[in-house]
């Protein structure tokens, strides 16, 4: 008999070791009790539930325990032994992603045929406070409608303008493994766009491998110093998304709301966080690893190093996105009008060009610093 745990890869296609183990004895599932703690928590338990029946049908009893050991996310590409000329990991993510083209993305992996007839058994039904009932709601379609309901040809124009449904949302079922990167890939594939944003989820899981510490400590030593000014009210003014910046505002909303943010928005948010206030990005990045249904730990991390241009092929520290112009440039109208209410009448906390300057007289103090 093998046990084999279920946690970043809760499906039966396309799962390397679930197969493995299939063919060589009797197969029992172990996955962690949910809990209900966060964003991610709700999701997870939606998706157990699926798998459990999933399960069921192969013959395969899911049990669940306090502790598992969490099994490897699962990647597009296996860039492991990927290294620049000179044998160091690579920093820059455009060279990343042609070392990965160069490679073959690995085949489907079948679904085990089942072990023994399919039984009935009934998951354990959680009591899921309002707050996660609306949650669980939002997210209740199945991974396969919302991969047959993404219309992949509009994503490499509409993916920036979070007005538009160009992008996918599939990053939940990604997060959880719900999904394989390489049932994406056979579907999508045809996408340059789609494929290169899935290497950039290869690219923080390559940098967290080099780079443990990604999501406490920053890649750019000089950032260690750098005077941030932490306070708690103004922390939870962003959170409410009470800024006085629309579209800022807007985006707190939708993940309070939903669990999920666009790609876009997410960016100017953090850049607001970390730069308008002063905030250190590892708070933020604290607060998104519990309000995100698609939480990854190494994808966060990327990303808030990226904007806080503390990290790998991070953005210039200079570059302080201007939330008023974003949302002109990216016709986000409509996204905040979806967020925000009709009578939305907030004192921005604080002024932008005088912020923008007090950042970059902040950054000027470890600039120097290696
Ligand atoms: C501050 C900040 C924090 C973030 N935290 C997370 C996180 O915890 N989990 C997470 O999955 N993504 C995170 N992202 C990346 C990105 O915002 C989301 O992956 C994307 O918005 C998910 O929506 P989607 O599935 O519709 O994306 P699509 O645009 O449809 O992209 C398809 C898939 O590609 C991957 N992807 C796309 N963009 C990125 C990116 N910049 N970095 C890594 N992978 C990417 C995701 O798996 C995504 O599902 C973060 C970005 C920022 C700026």
Sequence with gaps: MIEVTFHNNLRVMDNAVFASAMRKATVIAVAQTP?????????????????????????????LR?????????????????????GTPYKMFTPFYKACRHQKVRELIAKPAPQKAPYETEFPQLALPQWAQKLADVWS???REVVEGFAVEYYGLGR??????????LSPYLAVGAVSPVQLYQRFGHNASFIRQLIWRDFAYYTQRYYPTLASEPLREQFAKFPYQ????????????????PLVDAGMRELYATGY?????RMVCASFFTKHLLQPWQDGLDYFATHLVDYDEASNALNWQWVAGTGVDASPYFRVFNPTIQQK??????????????????????????????????????????
């Design 35 to 63: 809990s209900l703690e966060t964003a991610q928590d709700i999701f997870r338990y939606l998706q157990l539930q699926r798998l459990h029946k999933e399960l069921a049908m192969l013959g395969v009893p899911l049990v």
């Design 66 to 86: 306090d502790e598992v050991e969490e099994d490897a996310a699962s990647l597009l590409y296996d860039s492991r032994e990927l290294t620049t000329k000179q």
């Design 141 to 143: 379609q199945d991974v």
């Design 160 to 169: 920036d303008f979070p007005s538009t449904n160009a992008v996918s949302r």
């Design 230 to 245: 932490r306070d708690v009210a103004v922390q939870r003014v962003w959170q409410r998304g009470e800024t006085g910046y």
């Design 261 to 265: 943010m666009h790609n876009r928005v």
């Design 329 to 370: 440039k990216f016709e986000a109208d409509a996204y905040v009008a979806k967020w925000l209410p009709a009578d939305y009448n907030v004192q921005a906390i604080v002024d932008h060009k005088a912020a923008r300057e007090r950042a970059l007289r902040a950054y000027e103090t470890i600039k120097g610093e290696s």
